[in-house]
């Protein structure tokens, strides 16, 4: 089997299959903590580096694991790294940690880890392994983060609120205020306004690649007619 290149792990984890805009993954934790941009990052980051190191940890003992008990060795793995995480955002990101309760566990449980686990880091070097737990966790990440801020813009009229959370002082600086006087659309933050959200998001990267499909068929067209003449 031959090895994937370092650009097209690249190119699936952050779009082609992203696994929160085309494999609908995670949608749980991704709908329901999206109310802005930082409680987003605070679980996209989690989420990463769970992928990330979960891919490298299964990489790394592929050969040594039976394959009958492969599937709990992996679910073990995961959850002492999502444990891990827990514990450090608890000490670290108390008051971030809050918001954000049992999403921050309920990563074990994410059909996107395992499943990388299972169909990739299983079978592929630990560069590989690495490199595509960072980009499929980056890709989920960025959807987090982009559903947080335009539900937050919508909602709030504000972009970075609450950012004291993840960076302290720094963070009251951090904070945008759009428009001014804004009443708020409650529907934004609540959650009809996640699923909207989310759809006009698939929506967007649908019209993407059909629009980038279409050129590339008009390109071939164009490529092959001075052949023929």
Same mark, same amino acid.
């Given at each position: 089997?031959? +090895?994937p290149s370092y650009p097209h792990i690249l190119k699936e984890g952050l779009w082609a299959n992203n696994p929160g805009l085309v494999q609908l993954?995670? %949608?749980?934790? $991704?709908?329901?903590v999206t109310t802005n941009a930082i409680n987003g990052l605070g679980l996209g980051l989690a989420t990463l580096l769970t992928l990330a190191a979960?891919? /490298?940890? =299964?990489?790394?003992?592929?050969?040594? /694991?039976?394959?009958?008990?492969?599937?709990? /060795?992996? /679910?073990? =793995?995961?959850?002492?790294?999502? !444990?891990?995480? +827990?514990?450090?955002?608890?000490?670290?990101?108390?008051?971030?940690? $809050?918001?954000?309760?049992?999403?921050? &566990?309920?990563?074990?449980?994410?059909?996107?880890?395992?499943?990388?686990?299972?169909?990739? #880091?299983?079978?592929?070097?630990?560069?590989?392994?690495?490199?595509?737990?960072?980009?499929?966790?980056?890709?989920?990440?960025?959807v987090l983060v982009t559903l947080g801020g335009l539900r937050e813009l919508i909602g709030q009229g504000t972009l970075l609120s609450q950012a004291?959370?993840?960076?302290? +002082?720094?963070?009251?600086?951090?904070?945008?205020?759009?428009?001014?006087?804004?009443?708020?659309?409650? %529907?934004?933050?609540?959650?009809?306004?996640?699923? $909207?959200?989310?759809?006009?998001?698939?929506?967007?990267?649908?019209?993407?690649?059909?629009?980038? +499909?279409?050129?590339?068929?008009? #390109? !071939?067209?164009?490529?092959?007619? &001075?052949?023929?003449?």
């Amino acid at each position: 089997m031959s +090895e994937p290149s370092y650009p097209h792990i690249l190119k699936e984890g952050l779009w082609a299959n992203n696994p929160g805009l085309v494999q609908l993954l995670g %949608l749980c934790p $991704l709908l329901a903590v999206t109310t802005n941009a930082i409680n987003g990052l605070g679980l996209g980051l989690a989420t990463l580096l769970t992928l990330a190191a979960s891919n /490298v940890t =299964v990489s790394l003992i592929r050969n040594i /694991v039976r394959p009958e008990v492969r599937i709990p /060795v992996f /679910v073990l =793995v995961i959850a002492s790294i999502v !444990t891990v995480i +827990e514990l450090a955002m608890n000490a670290w990101l108390h008051d971030l940690y $809050l918001i954000l309760g049992i999403f921050i &566990p309920l990563i074990v449980t994410n059909c996107a880890i395992i499943g990388r686990a299972e169909s990739f #880091a299983s079978r592929q070097t630990v560069d590989r392994a690495l490199l595509d737990g960072l980009s499929m966790g980056a890709g989920f990440a960025l959807v987090l983060v982009t559903l947080g801020g335009l539900r937050e813009l919508i909602g709030q009229g504000t972009l970075l609120s609450q950012a004291h959370l993840m960076f302290g +002082e720094f963070g009251n600086h951090l904070t945008l205020t759009l428009i001014d006087d804004y009443r708020g659309f409650l %529907l934004a933050i609540l959650p009809p306004g996640a699923f $909207l959200g989310l759809g006009f998001l698939i929506a967007g990267m649908n019209i993407i690649n059909a629009r980038r +499909e279409r050129k590339a068929a008009a #390109a !071939t067209v164009a490529a092959a007619q &001075p052949a023929q003449a």
